[in-house]
């Protein structure tokens, strides 16, 4: 048999006869190049081919082997344990009985085995227990309820997904004391259109969306420190003092409503809020829970501008001039141009703007007092005062304006 990886000097000399001498070493030197590139090449086919005729020998075995046996169901394998290259056929991935054992299964076992693997398939990962990492109990360095205790400790089984599940729940529990609730979905804090469960009904029938839910002021500690935060802001804002005692308490819109003796409605306009004179220079503020954040902010500046009044306007000097019929107008048109003043001042245009126009529209004493105010001072757009205010002229808030 012929070597073919041989490299033949005849061929050299016979390739390059006819060549000159000073291009001879050259064309020798590139055919010695082709025939090395040509011998690394046939090298690796003939190893790939050598590969292939034991496969095809090994095959041939086989065929043999089946032959001499076919009267067999199964077919014994001989395995060369000291081979590591020795090809073993598995195309399940795990070890046979025979293989293990050396030998036969009966068939009966095999029936079993089939109907086993048939009637009881492997289940997904995510079926299984995967906390007990395959064991029958649940491993002692997890602590499982310690977990869930402190998730919830922070706050977790609380969170927006939870709320909106449960919202679905309490919704269908409050329809029947509350039926204007599945016809009228607004937010009754932002006014905002609800969809789905994607909100949730409050004690005391009022709906909240989610996003209000992510502000909500639920303790009565954070309702504490945002009041002190707003009544010192409103101090220095608005250049007052507020020499009285003032305490603060949440209730639920129902008891805020019994208590200001109105009639109380979730889907319609509703007190959020009111000041009381408990005598001796001490107020109380009553204030409705569960309301987001910058709506409890507003309420308060609305009404510790109310306090302000009471305590330093002169009122029936105020009736005298401006009519009694016109009271509510005067104190509540000051305390709504505070409140959305009070808003352009701790940088919340936006809010501002909204409660302008949502005030322009009324046609109540909130609607045309603002405008009054409005008409008069104007709202400054900036974080500090930069025009005069009602606050500074506590006998005539509204000069000589005629009602």
């Known amino acids: 048999m012929t070597n073919k990886n041989s490299i033949d000097n005849q061929d050299i000399n016979e390739k390059v006869d006819n060549l000159d001498e ?20 046939t090298g690796k086919e003939t190893d790939s081919s050598n590969e292939r005729e034991v496969s095809s020998s090994e095959k041939e075995s086989d065929e043999n082997d089946f ?16 081979s590591e290259d020795a090809p073993i056929e598995d195309n399940s991935g795990e070890e046979t009985e025979e293989q293990v054992t050396g030998e036969k299964p009966d068939e009966e076992s095999l029936e079993k085995d089939s109907e086993t693997t048939t ?21 002692d360095c997890l602590d499982i309820e310690g977990t869930a205790d402190y998730l919830k400790g922070m706050g977790i ?3 927006s997904l939870e709320q909106a599940r449960t919202s679905e729940r309490v919704a269908n529990i409050n329809l029947g004391m509350y039926p204007n609730a599945n016809r009228k979905m607004f937010c009754n804090f932002c006014g905002m259109p609800i969809y789905g469960t994607e909100y949730e009904i409050l004690s005391d ?11 909500a002021i639920k303790t009565k500690e954070e309702f ?26 949440m209730a639920n819109s129902r008891k805020i409503h019994r208590l200001a003796r109105v009639p109380y409605d979730p889907d319609n306009s509703r007190v959020l809020g009111f000041a009381q004179d408990c005598g001796k220079n001490n107020y109380k503020l009553f204030m409705e829970n569960g309301s987001p954040r910058m709506s409890s902010i507003l309420t308060m500046a609305h009404e510790m501008t109310h306090i302000w009044q009471y305590t330093h306007w002169n009122r029936k000097q105020i009736l005298r001039k401006y009519g009694k019929k016109n009271e509510l107008i005067i104190y509540e048109g000051m305390a709504k141009w505070a409140e959305i003043q009070y808003a352009y001042l701790i940088n919340e245009p936006r809010r501002a703007e909204m409660e302008i126009i949502n005030t322009l529209a009324r046609e109540d004493v909130y609607g045309y007092g603002f405008r009054l105010y409005y008409s008069i001072y104007g709202l400054t757009k900036k974080t500090y005062i930069t025009g005069e205010t009602p606050f500074m002229d506590p006998e005539s808030p509204l000069g000589d304006i005629v009602i």
Do not use: W
């Open 157 to 159: 089984d609380n969170n």
């Open 22 to 41: 000073e291009k001879k070493d050259k064309a020798i030197e590139e055919f010695v190049e082709e025939v090395e590139q040509s011998v690394d090449k």
């Open 119 to 139: 009637s009881h398939p492997k289940k997904m990962y995510h079926e299984h227990n995967y906390l007990m990492f395959g064991q029958d109990n649940y491993l």
């Open 224 to 249: 504490q420190e945002l009041f002190e935060k707003v009544k010192r802001n409103m101090e220095v804002f608005y250049s007052i003092r507020f020499d009285t005692s003032i305490q603060v308490e």
């Open 205 to 215: 029938g009022r709906k909240r969306c989610m996003r209000c839910s992510r502000t």
């Open 67 to 82: 032959d001499n046996n076919s009267g067999d169901k199964t077919s014994e394998t001989v395995v060369d344990e000291s």
